[in-house]
């Protein structure tokens, strides 16, 4: 009985060696390899119109106060009403108050629930810049969250996640079509789009019957997983067949890495997973700064898949495999185009 409960403490006290020694490693691995990440050439953000979603905390929070810290760029910060986007806008107005910036700062309500919400934040953000946009940050998310059904009847990690941003970035690239001016898309994936390891499925796309919501962790990843290979295989179609050899337009998906925000908090994952989550990784200004850096590097090529390596902490093109193929990307495509194509045509 002794000889059980002693072995059980071993192992116990094993795998928490094993655990701080690869944060250490990992915390180590981060300081040698942000020297790179910091490198950013912040002028050349000057003067760009920036959109960004999802800017209340976490990664967009951190991109959106780099940003305003080193260059004299424009934003338009797209979020929900939300406790954390009151206390976000106190923050960031008390920060510029006396600043030249604070006319620089458009906030737009907008909730990506709901289809007429992200139309409405567009054509806000139009009628302040007849000429368009530069950069446009598809950054906003939601993870395993219960699996509830949005106002418009789809699935709310599916909506927020993917299809309310396929919605933004196709009214931008209409409306800058005839534009003789450069748009920057940058969707934010993530490398969960293969956890599970599952082909692209339609069923997860479609309007949803409320009598046969499953309410359990498993399903609510599966939401997350295809909303992340969603955005990997629509920018992988636009590539292939819309914006192909348009050289003012560039689209490309990169993963953040892994990185302490308030996405696992709020959550449904289970509590040790959240704290090993929470505490073995980067903090958000590592993924910004990432983020940045990919946007500014002219050898960014849109087929590839940029992150951070969730082990080694490097960034790396990381190899799409077998569920980002081009007959997925055509089907979702054509999909999404059925979705949305009320709220395309809006002119
Ligand atoms: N953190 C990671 O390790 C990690 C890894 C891979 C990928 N990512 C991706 O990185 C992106 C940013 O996430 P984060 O980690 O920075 O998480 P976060 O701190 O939770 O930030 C998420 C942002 O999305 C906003 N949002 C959620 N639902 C919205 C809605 N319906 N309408 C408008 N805005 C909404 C949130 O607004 P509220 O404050 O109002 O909720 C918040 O501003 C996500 O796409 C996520 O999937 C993160």
Not at 13 to 19: A, M, P
Not at 54 to 76: P, R
Not at 201 to 224: A, G, R, V
Not at 305 to 328: A, M, Q, R, S, W
């Amino acid at each position: 009985m002794y000889s059980e409960l002693y072995y059980i403490i071993y192992v116990i006290i094993f795998i928490l060696i094993i655990y701080f020694s690869y944060i250490y490693y990992i915390s180590y691995k981060n300081i040698s390899n942000m020297s790179n990440i910091n490198n950013i050439d912040y002028k050349k953000f000057d003067n760009k119109v920036i959109v960004i979603t999802g800017s209340t905390t976490g990664i967009g929070e951190s991109i959106v106060y780099d940003l305003i810290n080193n260059s004299n760029a424009t934003f338009f910060l797209l979020n929900r009403d939300s406790t954390n986007q009151k206390i976000f806008f106190n923050n960031l107005q008390e920060k510029i108050k006396n600043t030249k910036i604070k006319n620089k700062i458009y906030h737009i309500m907008c909730d990506l629930t709901e289809f007429d919400s992200v139309v409405n934040g567009y054509k806000k953000i139009i009628s302040y810049f007849s000429d368009g946009i530069d950069i446009l940050i598809n950054n906003a998310g939601i993870s395993n969250t219960n699996n509830d059904i949005t106002i418009n009847g789809y699935n709310k990690q599916i909506q927020t996640n993917f299809i309310s941003h396929a919605l933004l970035t196709q009214l931008f690239l209409n409306y800058m079509k005839n534009k003789d001016k450069k748009l920057e898309v940058i969707n934010i994936s993530s490398i969960s789009y293969y956890i599970p390891y599952k082909m692209y499925d339609e069923k997860y796309f479609d309007k949803i019957d409320s009598s046969k919501i499953y309410q359990n962790m498993f399903t609510s990843q599966i939401y997350y997983q295809q909303s992340k290979l969603a955005i990997l295989l629509y920018t992988n179609y636009l590539n292939n067949e819309i914006v192909k050899n348009n050289k003012n337009i560039k689209i490309f998906c990169v993963h953040p890495g892994i990185c302490k925000t308030n996405l696992f908090d709020k959550s449904n994952l289970p509590f040790i997973l959240k704290y090993i989550l929470n505490n073995s990784m980067n903090n958000s200004d590592f993924a910004s700064k990432f983020i940045l850096n990919t946007i500014l590097n002219d050898e960014i090529k849109e087929e590839n898949f940029y992150g951070i390596n969730p082990i080694y902490n490097i960034p790396e093109i990381t190899e799409k495999n077998g569920l980002v193929n081009d007959k997925c990307s055509k089907k979702l495509y054509m999909f999404t185009e059925k979705i949305l194509k009320n709220y395309l045509h809006i002119y």
